[in-house]
T-cell receptor, first 116, second 114 residues
């Protein structure tokens, strides 16, 4: 969805390096999410944020941190990258104002990260 | 805890044939259910969603899915597959009250033979 952009789209880095993945959205949504996708495992939630001051850990947050700089921006950081963090990372957004909690998540194009 | 099972890792069909992708969920109450498609090198695109009401849901690209509470299933169907449907398909379940906490299945990769 062009309303959700991720930078960079591809990144190769080395073990121990700090790296930041960025997500921006123009959908006006207040909720944002970071997932990682590994072959055969589907998507797993890393962190989610329901507004600028609300950040929550997902099922696999170890080794990651996030920053919600503004409603439209949500960054994921790997403080010291390791090879098993090689994966496809997706950002998603949703709208809490959806009636009855029936918000729908919309995904960015993904960032392919390789840690050597 | 909610969970999703997609029993078929890989499916191959001929162009023009019908398609059914299976999805079984585990959740104590009425779930919110979604199907997403990921084309090669692309992000996830929402195909359709179920929150309540009519158990047969129509989506984009000619896809439909049927919610069957008795079978805890939400299978995706298409009557005639096109070569451009080759992709990976993900089923996801969200909790009633907030669809924001999604749990995804492991995906089914669809190959279409010409």
């Amino acid at each position: 969805d062009a309303d959700v952009t991720q930078t960079p789209r591809n990144r190769i880095t080395k073990t121990g390096k700090r790296i930041m993945l960025e997500c921006s959205q123009t959908k006006g949504h207040d909720r944002m999410y970071w997932y990682r996708q590994d072959p055969g495992l589907g998507l797993r939630l890393i962190y989610y944020s329901f507004d600028v001051k609300d950040i929550n850990k997902g099922e696999i947050s170890d080794g990651y941190s996030v920053s919600r700089q503004a409603q439209a921006k949500f960054s994921l950081s790997l403080e010291s990258a390791i090879p098993n963090q090689t994966a496809l990372y997706f950002c998603a957004t949703s709208d809490s104002l959806a009636v009855g909690g029936r918000d729908t998540q919309y995904f960015g194009p993904g960032t392919r990260l390789t840690v050597l | 805890a909610q969970s999703v099972t997609q029993p078929d890792i890989h499916i191959t069909v001929s162009e023009g044939a019908s398609l059914e992708l299976r999805c079984n969920y585990s959740y104590g109450a009425t779930p919110y259910l979604f199907w997403y498609v990921q084309s090669p090198g692309q992000g996830l695109q929402l195909l359709l969603k179920y929150f309540s009401g009519d158990t047969l849901v129509q989506g984009i690209k000619g896809f439909e899915a049927e919610f069957k509470r008795s079978q805890s299933s939400f299978n995706l169907r298409k009557p005639s597959v096109h070569w451009s449907d080759a992709a990976e398909y993900f089923c996801a379940v969200g909790s009633t009250g907030t669809a924001s906490k999604l749990t995804f299945g492991t995906g089914t990769r669809l190959q279409v033979m010409l």
